[in-house]
């Protein structure tokens, strides 16, 4: 098992910035990519990045490119999300997920199989 726990949520004015963290433990080699997905009430969650942190590999949905950047720390087993430019429509619980993949980038939430427990993001 994978244990994912989130933080660096909070609220910020539009046009700010904020980074969150996602720290993985437990069984770490078991997993190959990591992503960020996001949800607000009443709407399914949607993605938001993904990235293979031995390989570099990285993927962005098109809501936040250019704005938000994916990257990893492989010796702290820890996933980063860089948010810039926010706007309201960034406002939202924001989740870590991890999973194995042989092929392809994981992009629905579907295909992850541990997820964190989330970390708020309000931007007013």
């Known amino acids: 098992h994978v244990q994912l726990v989130e933080s660096g949520g909070g609220s910020v004015q539009p046009g700010g910035s904020l980074r969150l963290s996602c720290v993985a433990s437990?069984?770490?080699?078991?997993?190959?990519?990591m992503g960020w997905f996001r949800q607000t009430p009443g709407k399914g969650r949607e993605g938001v990045a993904a990235i293979n942190p031995g390989g570099g590999l990285t993927y962005y949905f098109d809501s936040v490119k250019g704005r938000f950047t994916i990257s990893a720390d492989n010796a702290k087993n820890t996933l980063y999300l860089q948010m810039n430019s926010l706007n309201p429509e960034d406002t939202a619980m924001y989740y870590c997920?991890?999973?194995?993949?042989?092929?392809?980038?994981?992009?629905?939430?579907?295909?992850?199989?541990?997820w964190g427990q989330g970390t708020q993001v309000t931007v007013s």
């Open positions: 437990g069984d770490t080699y078991t997993y190959n990519f």
């Open positions: 997920a991890s999973t194995f993949l042989r092929y392809g980038c994981p992009r629905s939430q579907n295909e992850y199989d541990y």
